[in-house]
T-cell receptor, first 112, second 117 residues
Framework: LAKTTQPISMDSYEGQEVNITCSHNNIATNDYITWYQQFPSQGPRFIIQGYKTKVTNEVASLFIPADRKSSTLSLPRVSLSDTAVYYCLVGADNNAGNMLTFGGGTRLMVKP | EPEVTQTPSHQVTQMGQEVILRCVPISNHLYFYWYRQILGQKVEFLVSFYNNEISEKSEIFDDQFSVERPDGSNFTLKIRSTKLEDSAMYFC???????????????FGAGTRLSVL
């Protein structure tokens, strides 16, 4: 599994755009990049997944450069309820049943 | 939106007692998982289950742990003789069958907080 590195914590204010970057220099050709969100005392929640370029859904956007050695999760106009831990996972997610390996994640604190 | 449900939300037990944590995965999912998270630490994989057998397990999942799908809806994790260090949040997850549109997106329950005294 490719090792990921992401900031331990970030602070933001309501209404701002937040970008969390994850480094994954050893990403393999068949690896996908997946982001999960975890609120206190809750299970992780899938946010977005991508392989290359840009993916957007109703919650976030995921930017992946051509070399795929990093990715950036972008949260538009955050609110207090976006305060959570965000995990970047890299693995061969094209096959169901694979275990997920969580790192320490990025603890995002959104302030009023 | 379909969700994974776990019961109980909080389980308190004495050291050495057996506990069973219960999960109802999303109905059309066929892969099931258990993870745990000790307070302040990372989410750790325990076991995955498919077609009525264990697919993969971690070093944490020793002989004290077992999983079962007793009927068509429930998925359980049993700890035979709990230790103090088993105190953690236990998360159940499920995912769809592998296919061109399935990218191993796992859906997690809210967890069971296990407190071993």
């Amino acid at each position: 599994l490719a090792k990921t590195t992401q900031p331990i914590s970030m602070d933001s204010y309501e209404g701002q755009e937040v970008n969390i970057t994850c480094s994954h220099n050893n990403i393999a050709t068949n690896d996908y990049i997946t982001w999960y969100q975890q609120f206190p005392s809750q299970g992780p929640r899938f946010i977005i997944q991508g392989y290359k370029t840009k993916v957007t859904n109703e919650v976030a956007s995921l930017f992946i450069p051509a070399d795929r050695k990093s990715s950036t999760l972008s949260l538009p106009r955050v609110s207090l309820s976006d305060t959570a831990v965000y995990y970047c996972l890299v693995g061969a997610d094209n096959n169901a049943g694979n275990m997920l390996t969580f790192g320490g994640g990025t603890r995002l604190m959104v302030k009023p | 939106e379909p969700e994974v449900t776990q019961t109980p939300s909080h389980q308190v037990t004495q050291m050495g007692q057996e506990v069973i944590l219960r999960c109802v995965p999303i109905s059309n999912h066929l892969y099931f998982y258990w993870y745990r998270q000790i307070l302040g630490q990372k989410v750790e994989f325990l076991v995955s289950f498919y077609n009525n057998e264990i697919s993969e397990k971690s070093e944490i999942f020793d002989d004290q742990f077992s999983v079962e799908r007793p009927d068509g809806s429930n998925f359980t994790l049993k700890i035979r003789s709990t230790k103090l260090e088993d105190s953690a949040m236990y998360f159940c997850a499920s995912s769809e069958v592998s296919g061109s549109n399935a990218k191993n997106i796992q859906y997690f329950g809210a967890g069971t907080r296990l407190s071993v005294l």
